[in-house]
DNA sequence: GACCTCTACGACGGATTGTCGTAGACATCG
DNA sequence: CGATGTCTACGACAATCCGTCGTAGAGGTC
C-alpha cells in the first residue's frame, strides 16, 4: 500500500476550510481511494490531540478544527521561536525577510497592524 | 533506558553555539551520562542528513554546524509561511497575538526592527 | 431478522530516533 | 612485540509516530 505523504496534514487542511465535517465527507473531499476507517482513525487521533473538536450528530461524530489554520501555523512558529529565546532579534529578523520575500507588501501591513495594535490595547 | 526527549535538538543546540567539537566534547557538554557511542551515531546521522560539516583532524571528526541557528530556524519558519501561501494577512494577526502573549515587549522590539529595516530597504 | 452505517479498538508495517554493543583500524606505552 | 586506549563503522533493539486497514459490536431502518 502507498503511503500517501502528510495524510493528516491534508484532513487538517479540509477543516481548515470551514464547517463541520462527517468522517464520510472527509473521505470524499480528501481522497476516496482509501478506506473508510483511515479516515476514521486519522480524525481519532487529531482529536486525541486536541488538534480538533468533535459533536456527535444522529450517532455519528461531526469534526471541525479547534483552531483556525493560521492560529495553528502562528503557534508553530511560535513554538521555533521560543527555540530561540535569548537572542530572537536575529531570527526575527530572518523571519521578516522570508516574509517579505513572499508578499514584499506584508511588511507595511504587518506596521499598520502594529500600529493599530498599540492604539488599542 | 529512558528516553531522553530530543537529543538531537540538543546536540544541534551545542553546535550552535559556534566552534569544532569533537563526540567526546559533544558528549560532555550535552549529557555525560549517556554512552559516548550514542553521540558517535546521532552525530553521523546528523551528518548523513546534511545538518552538521565534519572534517578529519588526528583521525577522529571534529564536527561543527552546517547552519547557524537563526538560518536553521528561519528555514523553518519559512517552511509553516509556505502553507499560509495565499492569505498571509490573518496569519500575521494569529502571529502578533501569540507573540504578545508570549512576551509583550517582543512587539516594541518588532516595531524598532521595522523601522531600521524601512531605514535601509 | 437482514441490511446498513457508524464507532472503538487493535494490528501491521515503514520511518524516525534514542540507545547501545561489537568489530576493527590506529596509535601509544611498556 | 603485545597490552591498552581511542576512534569509526555498522548493526541492532525498542519506542514512537503515522498511514493503512480489518473486525467486532452498537444502533438504526425496512
Given at each position: 500500500m502507498a503511503r500517501s505523504p502528510k495524510l493528516e496534514r491534508r484532513v487538517l487542511d479540509a477543516l481548515w476550510g470551514g464547517g463541520e465535517w462527517s468522517v464520510r465527507q472527509i473521505r470524499e473531499e480528501v481522497d476516496p481511494a482509501l478506506a473508510y476507517?483511515?479516515?476514521?482513525?486519522?480524525?481519532?487521533?487529531l482529536h486525541d490531540k486536541g488538534e480538533v473538536?468533535?459533536?456527535?450528530?444522529?450517532?455519528?461524530?461531526?469534526?471541525?478544527a479547534s483552531r483556525s489554520r493560521e492560529e495553528a501555523l502562528a503557534a508553530e512558529v511560535g513554538r521555533v521561536l521560543q527555540r530561540a529565546?535569548?537572542?530572537p532579534e536575529p531570527l526575527l529578523v530572518a523571519f521578516l525577510d522570508q516574509m517579505e520575500r513572499a508578499d514584499p507588501e506584508a511588511?507595511?501591513?504587518?506596521?499598520?497592524?502594529l500600529k493599530a495594535r498599540r492604539g488599542t490595547p
Open positions: 476507517t483511515t479516515f476514521a482513525t486519522v480524525l481519532d487521533r473538536d468533535r459533536a456527535k450528530v444522529d450517532g455519528a461524530w461531526r469534526y471541525s529565546a535569548g537572542a511588511l507595511l501591513r504587518l506596521e499598520k497592524l
